[in-house]
C-alpha cells in the first residue's frame, strides 16, 4: 500500500462518484439535427426521468453522496430534479451550458457559455464550487475561466491519476481527475444516429473491472473518479451493477467516498503537484495538419 500526502488519514485511496446528467444535450451537441430523432431525443430523456431517480435510491439505500454535473441547458428545463438531488445532499456541477466541446470554441464563446450555466444555477439556488467540460474537452483557456469565477477545481483532465493543481494566471485550481477507463460511455453507450458509440457490454464485465481499479487504486494511493451517466448507468443490470461496485468500495474500508467539492475543500491546504497548463508550441513543418 502506497501512502501519498493527499489522501485522508487512513485512506489508501479516494473514490468519487459522478454522474453527468447529459440528457438530450449528450447528442445535440453533436448533432442539433438529432433534434429531429424521437427514439435519440427519448434516449437522451430517459437519463434524467427514470435513470436518476434509480441512482438516487441506490445512492440513499447506501448512504453515500455523489456529484452531478449538469450542463446548464438541461438544468433549466428541470430545476425541480437540481433541487431534489441538492436536497438529497448531493453536490451539483457545472458541465458547461450547451455541452459543446469547450475546445471548438473561442475564449469569448467559452465565456458566454460558461456564465450562461452560472446564471441557471444561481436561479435555481444551488450553489456551484467546480466544472466537468463537456466530453471533457476542455480548452487551454478553461482553468483560467472557473479560477476567475472563484470556482475550486475542475474534473476534466487526465495529466495524473491523483489530484493535481492547474496553474492560471487567476491562481491555481484543483484538477480531480477523470479517465476513460472509468467511464460508462466506454462501456454502454450505443446510438445508431447521431452515433455516440457502439457498445452493449455485459455489466458483470464492467463491474469486474471497475472493482479491480478500486483495488489497483489503493495500491498506489489513486483517486478512482468514476464518471456515469444516468441515461446509460440508468438501466436496471447497469444500475445493480453501480450498487455492487459502491458495496466493493464500501467493503474495502479505507476508499471514503467523497463528493468533488468535499476532495477539493480537503485539498485546499495541501501540498499538490502543479502542472501549467498550455498548448505545446509546435515547430512550422513538423507534424503533419489534416
Ligand atoms: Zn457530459
Same mark, same amino acid.
Given at each position: 500500500? $502506497?501512502?501519498?500526502?493527499?489522501?485522508?488519514?487512513?485512506?489508501?485511496?479516494?473514490?468519487? !462518484?459522478?454522474?453527468? /446528467?447529459?440528457?438530450? $444535450?449528450?447528442?445535440?451537441?453533436?448533432?442539433?439535427?438529432?433534434?429531429?430523432?424521437?427514439?435519440?431525443?427519448?434516449?437522451?430523456?430517459?437519463?434524467?426521468?427514470?435513470?436518476?431517480?434509480?441512482?438516487?435510491?441506490?445512492?440513499?439505500?447506501?448512504?453515500?453522496?455523489?456529484?452531478?454535473?449538469?450542463?446548464?441547458?438541461?438544468?433549466?428545463?428541470?430545476?425541480?430534479?437540481?433541487?431534489?438531488?441538492?436536497?438529497?445532499?448531493?453536490?451539483?456541477?457545472?458541465?458547461?451550458?450547451?455541452?459543446?466541446?469547450?475546445?471548438?470554441? $473561442?475564449?469569448?464563446?467559452?465565456?458566454?457559455?460558461?456564465?450562461?450555466?452560472?446564471? /441557471?444555477?444561481?436561479?435555481?439556488?444551488?450553489?456551484?464550487?467546480?466544472?466537468?467540460?463537456?466530453?471533457?474537452?476542455?480548452?487551454?483557456?478553461?482553468?483560467?475561466? =472557473?479560477?476567475?469565477?472563484?470556482?475550486?477545481?475542475?474534473?476534466?483532465?487526465?495529466?495524473?491519476?491523483?489530484?493535481?493543481?492547474?496553474?492560471?494566471?487567476?491562481?491555481? =485550481?484543483?484538477?480531480?481527475?477523470?479517465?476513460?477507463? +472509468?467511464?460508462?460511455?466506454?462501456?454502454?453507450? &450505443? !446510438?445508431?444516429?447521431?452515433?455516440?458509440?457502439?457498445?452493449?457490454?455485459?455489466?458483470?464485465?464492467?463491474?469486474?473491472?471497475?472493482?479491480?481499479? /478500486?483495488?489497483?487504486?489503493?495500491? &498506489?494511493?489513486?483517486?478512482?473518479? +468514476? $464518471?456515469?451517466?444516468?441515461?446509460?448507468?440508468?438501466?436496471?443490470?447497469?444500475?445493480?451493477?453501480?450498487?455492487?461496485?459502491?458495496?466493493?468500495? !464500501?467493503?474495502?474500508?479505507?476508499?471514503?467516498?467523497?463528493?468533488?467539492?468535499?476532495?477539493?475543500?480537503? +485539498?485546499?491546504? /495541501?501540498? !499538490?503537484?502543479?502542472?501549467?497548463?498550455?498548448?505545446?508550441?509546435?515547430?512550422?513543418? +513538423?507534424?503533419?495538419?489534416?
Amino acid at each position: 500500500m $502506497t501512502t501519498q500526502a493527499w489522501l485522508p488519514r487512513g485512506a489508501a485511496a479516494v473514490a468519487c !462518484l459522478t454522474f453527468d /446528467v447529459d440528457a438530450e $444535450t449528450g447528442i445535440l451537441s453533436a448533432d442539433a439535427s438529432a433534434a429531429d430523432h424521437a427514439m435519440a431525443i427519448t434516449h437522451q430523456q430517459f437519463g434524467p426521468d427514470v435513470g436518476v431517480p434509480r441512482i438516487l435510491g441506490i445512492l440513499g439505500d447506501l448512504d453515500v453522496r455523489a456529484t452531478f454535473f449538469f450542463p446548464g441547458w438541461v438544468a433549466e428545463r428541470r430545476p425541480d430534479l437540481v433541487t431534489r438531488i441538492a436536497e438529497a445532499g448531493h453536490e451539483i456541477g457545472h458541465h458547461s451550458y450547451s455541452h459543446v466541446p469547450a475546445s471548438s470554441m $473561442t475564449r469569448d464563446q467559452e465565456e458566454r457559455d460558461f456564465d450562461r450555466a452560472l446564471e /441557471v444555477f444561481r436561479r435555481i439556488g444551488v450553489p456551484i464550487h467546480g466544472h466537468r467540460a463537456g466530453l471533457w474537452e476542455a480548452s487551454w483557456s478553461t482553468p483560467a475561466i =472557473i479560477a476567475e469565477r472563484g470556482l475550486s477545481y475542475d474534473s476534466s483532465l487526465m495529466g495524473r491519476d491523483t489530484p493535481y493543481r492547474v496553474a492560471t494566471p487567476k491562481g491555481s =485550481i484543483v484538477e480531480l481527475p477523470p479517465h476513460w477507463s +472509468l467511464d460508462d460511455w466506454e462501456q454502454y453507450a &450505443f !446510438l445508431p444516429f447521431p452515433e455516440i458509440g457502439q457498445h452493449i457490454k455485459n455489466p458483470a464485465d464492467v463491474l469486474s473491472m471497475w472493482r479491480a481499479e /478500486v483495488d489497483a487504486m489503493r495500491r &498506489f494511493g489513486g483517486l478512482f473518479m +468514476l $464518471t456515469n451517466h444516468p441515461f446509460l448507468t440508468g438501466r436496471p443490470a447497469r444500475a445493480v451493477a453501480l450498487e455492487q461496485l459502491i458495496g466493493h468500495i !464500501l467493503d474495502a474500508g479505507d476508499v471514503p467516498i467523497l463528493t468533488a467539492h468535499e476532495l477539493a475543500a480537503q +485539498l485546499s491546504e /495541501v501540498v !499538490l503537484p502543479e502542472h501549467e497548463h498550455t498548448r505545446p508550441e509546435l515547430e512550422t513543418g +513538423l507534424f503533419p495538419t489534416h
